[in-house]
């Protein structure tokens, strides 16, 4: 689904701001000039501000260099699963 949606990703010791521009329940893509190899870990925060905020852990699948990052989430739960489909 396209969404925008203000988000930090980290990874690393750092943590960074960006957009997310995609949203699925396996995954999002993240707008984000900062560059993540494929196979990093990294964490997403997920959510409408107000509303609904979590932190999605995930790798690197993809990485459109100087636009994004493409995440597969991780250790999804039965509970972050609905969560995203509330979101969606």
């Known amino acids: 689904m396209r969404i925008s949606l203000d988000t930090y990703i980290e990874g690393g010791d750092a943590r960074h701001g960006g957009t997310i521009h995609n949203l699925s329940l396996r995954g999002c893509f993240v707008l ?3 560059e993540f190899r494929p196979g990093s ?3 997403v925060e997920v959510g409408k501000p107000g509303l609904l ?3 999605m852990n995930g790798v690197v699948v993809h990485r459109d260099a ?3 990052v493409g995440v597969r989430f991780t250790d999804l739960t039965a509970t972050k699963q609905a969560m ?3 979101l969606l």
């Open 53 to 55: 905020r979590m932190t």
């Open 66 to 68: 100087g636009r994004g």
């Open 32 to 34: 984000t000039p900062r």
């Open 84 to 86: 995203l489909a509330k």
């Open 41 to 43: 870990h990294v964490k």
